[in-house]
């Protein structure tokens, strides 16, 4: 069974500080994809980041970067330099290649509450 | 209008009301679905349609209806809820394929 576990429910920062967003998942299918999404207290899920599980290449973007590694099964979320607007909800999730039943649905980690204080 | 849009942004409604939510994506994606986010629970789908045919429907209770008539438009039609049901629903559309999903900003439901 397909599972994503966010072991951290919620991080306190001060601005500037860096911080790592924890994301562990459980799947025996070869082919999969994770994602990372944002969501702000408006409620919309922004998508930030899709891998797939043939990818393993670190991933920067600005001050995001994203570490997948499938020795563990994990797939972290580095914000750097944090900032007030960075506050929000923060989901990791799988998901299997379409084909033989699958659907593409998203599985959610419980998300992880990210509060920067200025 | 761009990306994916909601309607109603906000729902109150008394458990023997029948109301109806809408989806509507302007991305020409081929694949839509409703999750459902509770204070209780994390992020779980509900059904997922591609290419306008249901294929998959994640043991909800049949007082949540889908439709889905176009690639362009989701509906989920609600009757007799319980105050459970309580919850902000969720509508995406992606690309088959393992491609990202992007969602609309959700109807915030308030069952009485």
């Known amino acids: 069974a397909q599972k994503v576990t966010q072991a951290q429910t919620e991080i306190s920062v001060v601005e500037k500080e860096d911080v790592t967003l924890d994301c562990v998942y459980e799947?025996?299918?070869?082919?999969?994809?994770l994602f990372w999404y944002k969501q702000p207290p408006s409620g919309e899920l922004v998508f930030l980041i899709r891998?797939?599980?043939?990818d393993e290449q670190n991933e920067i973007s600005g001050r995001y970067s994203w570490n997948f590694q499938k020795s563990t099964s994990s797939f972290n979320f580095t914000i750097t330099a944090s900032q007030v607007v960075d506050s929000a909800v923060y989901f990791c999730a799988l998901s299997e290649a379409w084909g033989s039943g699958n659907t593409g649905k998203l599985i959610f980690g419980q998300g992880t509450t990210l509060q920067v204080k200025p | 209008e761009t990306g994916v849009t909601q309607t109603p942004r906000h729902l109150v409604m008394g458990m023997t009301n029948k109301k109806s939510l809408k989806c509507e994506q302007h991305?020409?994606?081929?694949?839509m679905y409703w999750y459902k986010q509770s204070a209780k629970k994390p992020l779980e789908l509900m059904f997922v349609?591609?290419?306008?045919?249901?294929?998959e429907n994640n043991s909800v209770p049949s007082r949540f209806s889908p439709e889905c008539p176009n690639s362009s438009h989701l509906f989920l039609h609600l009757h007799t809820l319980q105050p459970e049901d309580s919850a902000l629903y969720l509508c995406?559309?992606?690309?088959?394929?393992?491609?990202?999903?992007?969602f609309g900003p959700g109807t915030r439901l308030t069952v009485l």
């Open positions: 349609y591609s290419l306008e045919e249901r294929v």
């Open positions: 891998r797939n599980s043939f």
């Open positions: 799947t025996r299918d070869t082919t999969y994809y």
């Open positions: 991305l020409g994606h081929n694949a």
């Open positions: 995406a559309s992606s690309q088959r394929g393992g491609n990202e999903q992007f």
